[in-house]
């Protein structure tokens, strides 16, 4: 796992993540042990999943089964956070859920920014 600053990039994601009070819990979804067992060992939430999705949404919704059957709550807002995107705030997610809160036709959001040098 790729370490900034002495922590996992995940880990990074994560507490950033838990950071956002707009979010009710956080899980990792992930079909890597040493990914599920260093969440565990902060503290966290993790579900293995299959290794042979091709896409983060497959993955999400396997996750999302799971944690429904686990909690016995059906889940209203699914929010996906990559695992290599250490630069995602809370606030940013916060924005982003905004249009869904406010709005019951919109299903979908996307985070994204312009880029600034090609080079």
């Not at 950033?16 to 979010?23: G, K, M, N, Q």
């Not at 919704?61 to 290599?84: H, N, P, S, W, Y």
């Not at 919109?106 to 080079?119: D, E, H, R, T």
């Amino acid at each position: 796992m790729a370490l900034i600053h002495g922590m996992p990039m995940i880990g990074h994601c994560y507490c950033r993540v838990r950071l956002c009070d707009a979010l009710s819990d956080t899980y990792v979804a992930t079909c890597d042990k040493e990914i599920f067992d260093y969440i565990e060992s902060i503290g966290g939430k993790a579900v293995m999943t299959a290794d042979t999705h091709e896409r983060a949404s497959d993955r999400a919704a396997e996750a999302m089964v799971k944690i429904e059957e686990a909690t016995g709550e059906l889940t209203d807002i699914l929010v996906m956070v990559q695992g290599d995107e250490p630069m995602d705030t809370p606030e940013m997610i916060s924005q982003a859920l905004l249009p869904m809160l406010q709005d019951d036709s919109v299903q979908v959001v996307n985070l994204m920014g312009c880029i600034k040098n090609l080079a």
